[in-house]
């Protein structure tokens, strides 16, 4: 029972982050953007040509950091994997939605699609469709409760790595959100767009700081998905349905709805893997989509982002 609970804490924590992105994207850009399961991969597999890159280099200072299976060469690859997929975010929004935005959030949404299937067939061309990995290291998981506490815990240092580093992640987010002052003039646009030009706040710099906060979360997202399992080209589609869930769930909106969604979705997914099996997996993040849906459309925590960040 406990060590369910530990994996559905390890997936729901990239679910999370990824979700923050999406709900951003969502309250502030206004449409639902398709294509952000996509860039989650290309983080990943930018983060993965980084490291290539490292070792030819010359390989120095490629050996793990003791207990970790990574070294210092990841942590660097995976701030180069979030400038990179902010750029990629950027001329996206540049080339394609930018245009469109006049047209209505239902071509943004089209457009979205049509751009998500064209980043994944890149990624498949480039990349090819084997699976890789970050690090050939072995990892023995860490036993942090014995088997007769209701089943035991146990856990890998690179997942106790990913689980910190989530919680840093979102606790900064949420002070620059609250105390800075493009926080609140992000909070403001996803209230009043009108209102806050009236008052000043320039909407291209929010939108342009949206991309920004929503490509970073992905990029770190996706390196950590294929830290904790494996790197594949169809990781972003695998990864948007629960994505969505976890946004509905927690509200349309709220950062901290993202997060706590996007554990009750990893936790669902977990308990479907030992319950069912793991082909059944997408299928819990699916059925927790639904059931909320007819329950509580609006979500857990269905407030404006303006008025709960």
Same mark, same amino acid.
């Given at each position: 029972?406990?060590?369910?609970?530990?994996?559905?804490?390890?997936?729901?924590?990239?679910?999370?982050?990824?979700?923050?992105?999406?709900? @951003?994207?969502?309250?502030?850009?206004?449409?639902?953007?398709?294509?952000?399961?996509?860039?989650?991969?290309?983080?990943?597999?930018?983060?993965?040509?980084?490291?290539?890159?490292?070792?030819?280099?010359?390989?120095?200072?490629?050996?793990?950091?003791?207990?970790?299976?990574?070294?210092?060469?990841?942590?660097?690859?995976?701030?180069?994997?979030?400038?990179?997929?902010?750029?990629?975010?950027?001329? @996206?929004?540049?080339?394609?939605?930018?245009?469109?935005?006049?047209?209505?959030?239902?071509?943004?949404?089209?457009?979205?699609?049509? *751009?998500?299937?064209?980043?994944?067939?890149?990624?498949?061309? &480039? &990349?090819?469709?084997?699976?890789?990995? &970050?690090?050939?290291? @072995?990892?023995?998981?860490?036993?942090?409760?014995?088997?007769?506490?209701?089943?035991?815990?146990?856990?890998?240092?690179?997942?106790?790595?990913?689980?910190?580093?989530?919680? !840093?992640?979102?606790?900064?987010?949420?002070?620059?959100?609250?105390?800075?002052?493009?926080?609140?003039?992000?909070?403001?646009?996803?209230?009043?767009?009108? @209102?806050?030009?009236?008052?000043?706040?320039?909407?291209?710099?929010?939108?342009?700081?949206?991309? !920004?906060?929503?490509?970073?979360?992905?990029?770190?997202?996706?390196?950590?998905?294929?830290?904790?399992?494996?790197?594949?080209?169809?990781?972003?589609?695998?990864?948007?349905?629960?994505?969505?869930?976890?946004?509905?769930?927690?509200?349309?909106?709220?950062?901290?709805?993202?997060?706590?969604?996007?554990?009750? !979705?990893?936790?669902?997914?977990?308990?479907?893997?030992?319950?069912?099996? *793991?082909? &059944?997996?997408?299928? *819990?993040?699916?059925?927790?989509?639904?059931?909320?849906?007819?329950?509580?459309?609006?979500?857990?925590?269905?407030?404006?982002?303006?008025?709960?960040?």
């Amino acid at each position: 029972m406990l060590q369910v609970l530990t994996d559905g804490l390890v997936i729901g924590s990239v679910v999370s982050l990824g979700a923050i992105g999406l709900s @951003l994207t969502f309250s502030i850009l206004r449409f639902s953007n398709f294509g952000h399961g996509e860039l989650l991969a290309w983080g990943a597999y930018f983060a993965f040509s980084a490291l290539a890159v490292f070792a030819a280099v010359g390989g120095v200072g490629t050996s793990p950091i003791a207990p970790f299976s990574f070294g210092w060469p990841l942590l660097a690859a995976l701030l180069l994997a979030a400038v990179l997929t902010t750029l990629l975010a950027l001329a @996206l929004d540049w080339v394609l939605f930018k245009r469109l935005r006049l047209q209505g959030s239902i071509t943004l949404v089209i457009a979205s699609f049509g *751009a998500a299937l064209a980043m994944r067939n890149l990624l498949l061309y &480039y &990349y090819g469709g084997i699976p890789q990995y &970050y690090s050939q290291e @072995l990892q023995i998981a860490v036993a942090l409760l014995p088997r007769s506490v209701w089943g035991g815990m146990r856990i890998t240092p690179d997942q106790l790595f990913v689980l910190g580093l989530t919680a !840093v992640t979102v606790t900064g987010l949420h002070l620059f959100l609250t105390r800075s002052t493009l926080g609140r003039a992000m909070r403001a646009t996803a209230m009043n767009p009108q @209102l806050a030009r009236v008052a000043g706040i320039d909407p291209e710099r929010v939108l342009r700081a949206t991309w !920004v906060m929503g490509a970073v979360l992905a990029a770190v997202a996706g390196v950590f998905a294929g830290l904790t399992v494996q790197l594949r080209p169809t990781i972003g589609l695998d990864l948007l349905l629960p994505l969505f869930a976890a946004v509905i769930l927690g509200g349309i909106g709220s950062v901290w709805g993202a997060v706590i969604g996007g554990l009750i !979705v990893g936790l669902a997914e977990s308990v479907a893997v030992a319950v069912v099996g *793991a082909e &059944y997996r997408a299928a *819990a993040a699916f059925a927790v989509l639904i059931t909320i849906l007819l329950v509580r459309p609006n979500g857990l925590f269905g407030d404006k982002f303006g008025e709960r960040a």
